[in-house]
């Protein structure tokens, strides 16, 4: 698991990226979408390292989950249930019809500064003001009630796909049982949700309790190996984020688990303790032989120690069982690149740029490799590529477009015109200049209002 921070659609959070967990997620969400309507191949799929108990969808068909959800979220039925309430707003088009909602608001809200305006010419000082914040109310009242209709539709769909995909609807109901738990934690008043931009949890249970009770999938079982790879993922993820001591008291050394030994590899792995930590995933492949995600574990923690040369078996191994899984094909990329640093090893850069080519041919949001790449060019002082690999990386992560463009122009200097590279360069360089134009017209504007997460 690494993380690598991508651009603008997250905020600027950093995105959690891992294969085993992204397989999952992919695998979640494939017979929901077919059961919305969806093209599978069309969603992207985020992970955000973020602790609060989350997701949200933004423009296309792009969804993200918090890493809060995910250790909150115990069963991976719960997972199901809001990963179907979010593409519930990918199929009512609720980024789309947002401005349906904020354009009124923001009309009733100017309507009430100008007539406060008004009044406070003809001298009425309190009137005006008092016209100004109620018009704010209004607005802000308004606005809140479009979100949380929103909200419930998408709730009724995502229930409606999980009965056509015929997966329990439990794991809906008992995520916002959880999340009730939380709001009667915090004392939130449950006698009605006017100020917020969700419905009361209380009342989204009451809406979708016949719906889902209804479907004859509601006492089927939940798959049995989809919870299992859930309980790694998890394990995984609550490794990589939290203390040792707080990983060994979620998973004690007791818990011989596939979880548990992942979650304790991360954990003493971050620790810098690399014989316990290859000891917990040796115990994992030894259960699994053909396990890809516990041997790019341990080829990620021999690299990262220093063991460059003892991680390439392993790594080897995993893409060939992967099928040649990006995130896995990269890490190979870069040890590759470490046991060939000082470029004296031709024959391991040569296949360090084949594989790293193919990395970001197949998968086109990993800046990490571009990285990569980029080294190998400038070792190889191929500077035009290694301007583009540049380019590719800042507009990836959100960089400063200015930095971009200047990389693209670099790298159209020196690449034939008309190849893959050149024609790729051009695209970047338009782009930056549109990303240059647009924040420029949002310094000398005014500042948008932003949809709340759901």
């Known amino acids: ?65 918090h890493s809060g959800l995910l250790v909150a979220a115990k069963d991976v039925n719960q997972v199901q249930g809001v990963m179907a309430h979010e593409l519930g707003h990918i199929t009512g088009g609720h980024n789309i019809r947002w401005s349906e909602g904020a354009g009124p608001a923001t009309t009733i809200s100017i309507l009430g500064l100008l007539l406060g305006a ?42 409606s796909f999980l009965n056509a995909a015929g997966i329990t609807g439990k794991g809906m109901i008992s995520f916002f049982e959880q999340l009730l738990g939380e709001e009667y934690r915090l004392a939130i008043p449950q006698t009605n949700s006017y100020n917020r931009t969700h419905p009361l949890s209380g009342e989204r249970i009451r809406a979708l309790d016949d719906v889902l009770r209804s479907s004859p999938a509601w006492n089927k079982p939940v798959d049995a190996g989809l919870q299992a790879r859930y309980d790694r993922v998890r394990g995984k993820l609550i490794g990589y984020l939290y203390p040792l001591d707080t990983v060994k008291r979620t998973y004690p050394p007791t818990d011989m688990s ?25 115990a994992v492949v030894a259960r ?84 990569q790449l980029g080294a190998i060019w400038e070792m190889k002082g191929d500077q035009p590529r290694a301007a583009l690999a540049t380019a590719e990386r800042i507009s990836l992560t959100g960089g400063d477009p200015r930095l971009a463009r200047r990389a693209a122009q670099t790298a159209l200097a020196g690449l034939p015109a008309g190849t893959a590279d050149y024609l790729r360069a051009e695209d970047i360089m338009l782009a ?23």
């Open 1 to 65: 698991m690494a993380i690598q921070a991508l651009a603008p659609a997250a905020q600027a959070q950093a995105i959690l990226r891992d294969a085993e967990t992204e397989a999952l997620l992919r695998d979640i969400a494939d017979p929901l979408a077919r059961a919305g309507g969806l093209d599978p191949r069309s969603l992207q799929i985020y992970l955000v390292g973020d602790s609060s108990i989350n997701a949200f969808v933004t423009g296309g068909q792009n969804v993200f989950f």
């Open 118 to 159: 008004a009044a406070m010419a003809l001298g009425a000082g309190e009137a005006g003001m008092a016209a100004m914040a109620l018009g704010q109310q209004m607005g802000q009242a308004k606005f809140l009630a479009f979100n949380r209709e929103q909200e419930s539709r998408a709730d009724q769909a995502g229930a």
């Open 258 to 282: 596939d979880a548990a030994h992942l979650a304790r590899a991360y954990a003493y792995h971050r620790a810098a303790y690399q014989k316990e930590a290859l000891a917990e995933v040796e």
């Open 288 to 371: 699994h032989p053909d396990d890809p995600y516990a041997l790019e574990l341990k080829g990620q923690i021999l690299m990262e120690s220093g063991e460059v040369a003892a991680s390439l078996p392993p790594l080897r191994e995993a893409v060939r069982l992967s099928g040649g899984e990006p995130l896995i094909a990269g890490m190979l990329g870069q040890a590759l690149l470490l046991s060939s640093a000082d470029g004296t090893d031709a024959a391991k850069l040569a296949e360090a740029e084949k594989l790293l080519r193919s990395v970001v041919q197949r998968d086109s949001r990993n800046p990490h490799a571009w990285s």
């Open 432 to 454: 930056s200049q549109g990303e240059i134009e647009r924040l420029r017209l949002k310094e000398n504007g005014q500042p948008q209002p932003q949809r709340p997460p759901s």
